[in-house]
């Protein structure tokens, strides 16, 4: 299958500063890129969609001012936590997805962020 | 509104036997139906998915999921488990509106005993 990267796998931030995460697909062009937020033992809780040149659609209850979504090329996003907060800490996961519907989204590796 | 379920938290299974993940699915139009693994600490890995054509349909690692269009449901199997094959197990349906975003169940650890 198709080749996603997430960078960095694990980062830890102390409160008040801003990560930057960055997910790639390798190997084919993803017209959108999804972000997504796992809580220990639960499922992926969607955050935003971004399509390439256009702003990213945040889900309800999302902080757009928090969470900066940057999707400039077909082959990267970009996920900002600004101002980063204890209770930010989690695994972050991004996937890739090319224009058709029949077609499975690819998955980063995830990045782990802990913030002290 | 489109959902999926998975309404099993845990499936145990001896290593060797037959195993079964279920997945039922509520989605306006023809689904378009996946499985994803997920190990710790790691990303989503694609499985299978279903599309169109045969019900049956086979995946990566010796797994396959039966579509079952009136009872709503796409089943996750494997003849034989593998210890190996212990991991956390989400099933998903592609939502019918933009984007081609997923909808996924709460996903189903599965644990493969020696």
């Known amino acids: 299958g198709a080749v996603v990267s997430q960078h960095p796998s694990w980062v830890i931030c102390k409160s008040g500063t801003s990560v930057k995460i960055e997910c790639r697909s390798l190997d084919f062009q993803a017209t959108t890129m999804f972000w997504y937020r796992q809580f220990p033992k639960q499922s992926l809780m969607l955050m935003a969609t971004s399509n390439e040149g256009s702003k990213a659609t945040y889900e309800q209850g999302v902080e757009k001012d928090k969470f900066l979504i940057n999707h400039a090329s077909l082959t990267l996003s970009t996920l900002t936590v600004t101002s980063a907060h204890p209770e930010d800490s989690s695994f972050y996961i991004c996937s890739a997805q090319g224009p058709l519907k029949n077609t499975e989204a690819f998955f980063g590796q995830g990045t782990r962020l802990t913030v002290v | ?114």
């Open chain 2, 1 to 114: 509104a489109q959902s999926v379920a998975q309404p099993e938290d845990q499936v145990n299974v001896a290593e060797g036997n037959p195993l079964t993940v279920k997945c039922t699915y509520s989605v306006s139009g023809n689904p378009y139906l996946f499985w994803y693994v997920q190990y710790p600490n790691r990303g989503l890995q694609f499985l299978l998915k279903y599309i169109t054509g045969d019900n049956l349909v086979k995946g990566s690692y010796g797994f396959e999921a039966e579509f079952n269009k009136s009872q709503t449901s796409f089943h996750l199997k494997k003849p034989s488990a593998l210890v190996s094959d212990s991991a956390l197990y989400f099933c998903a349906v592609r939502d019918p509106g933009g984007y081609n975003k997923l909808i996924f169940g709460a996903g189903t650890r599965l644990a493969v005993h020696p």
